[in-house]
Structure formats: structure tokens, C-alpha cells
């Protein structure tokens, strides 16, 4: 599995942004996709993951604020984030498990994009 973010940017507190993940190879449909986030001098940490029947879960940093999404047809994971604070400022990494369980630790995501810049200011 290849995957491949877009969308980060730089965006003032207050406002919105959506990230995206394209994903090539076989087996998407039923592997549990996450984004991850890693500030600088931070440990990288879960933000939210969604599993292959549509079970998401979510840190609590970003409850309410941020939409993991996923449609299989076309093989592509979405982050929609608003209400954005200086605090979400990250890369931002897609992820996908081997398997149909989801992880709350990097350690069970075999699958890594080369991630996409969040600033939030």
C-alpha cells in the first residue's frame, strides 16, 4: 500500500482545512487508516482512525473539531479540520494498519504517507 497526502497548508486560527490521502495497492478497502500528527519536539501522536465498516474514533484534542472520512471506491482518506488552533500546528501523516484493527499507537500502522504540513497561526 502507497500513500500520499495533500491539502496541509498554512491557515489562521479559527479556520478550516481539509487533508487528503490517496491510497494504491491492494487491500484498502479493508485496512483501518488513521492520521497521525507530530509537532516538532513532540512525540507523533493518533488523531483519529477509521475502521473498514466506518467506526471512527478520535483523541479528544480532536473531538468535535476534526471528520475522518474514507470512500472505498476510490481509495482515499480525508481529514476535515476546523475551529484550527495554534496547538494543531504538525505534520500530518495518513496511515494504514495491515488489518481490519485499528491501533492507538503508531507501532500498529504498517503504512506510512510522507505526510503534509499543518501551521495554524
Known amino acids: 500500500v502507497q500513500l500520499v497526502e495533500s491539502g496541509g497548508g498554512s491557515v489562521q486560527a479559527g479556520g478550516s482545512l481539509t487533508l487528503s490521502c490517496s491510497a494504491s495497492?491492494?487491500?484498502?478497502?479493508?485496512?483501518?487508516m488513521a492520521w497521525f500528527r507530530q509537532a516538532p519536539g513532540k512525540e507523533r501522536e493518533k488523531v483519529t482512525s477509521?475502521?473498514?465498516?466506518?467506526?471512527?474514533t478520535y483523541a479528544d484534542s480532536a473531538k468535535g473539531r476534526f471528520t475522518i472520512s474514507r470512500n472505498h471506491g476510490r481509495q482515499g482518506l480525508w481529514l476535515q479540520m476546523s475551529s484550527l488552533k495554534p496547538e494543531d500546528t504538525a505534520m500530518y501523516f495518513c496511515?494504514?494498519?495491515?488489518?481490519?484493527?485499528?491501533?492507538?499507537?503508531?507501532?500498529?500502522?504498517?503504512?506510512w504517507g510522507q505526510g503534509t504540513q499543518v501551521t495554524v497561526s
Open positions: 496511515a494504514a494498519a495491515g488489518g481490519r484493527a485499528c491501533y492507538p499507537s503508531e507501532s500498529g500502522y504498517n503504512y
Open positions: 495497492g491492494v487491500g484498502f478497502n479493508r485496512y483501518c
Open positions: 477509521i475502521d473498514g465498516d466506518g467506526f471512527t
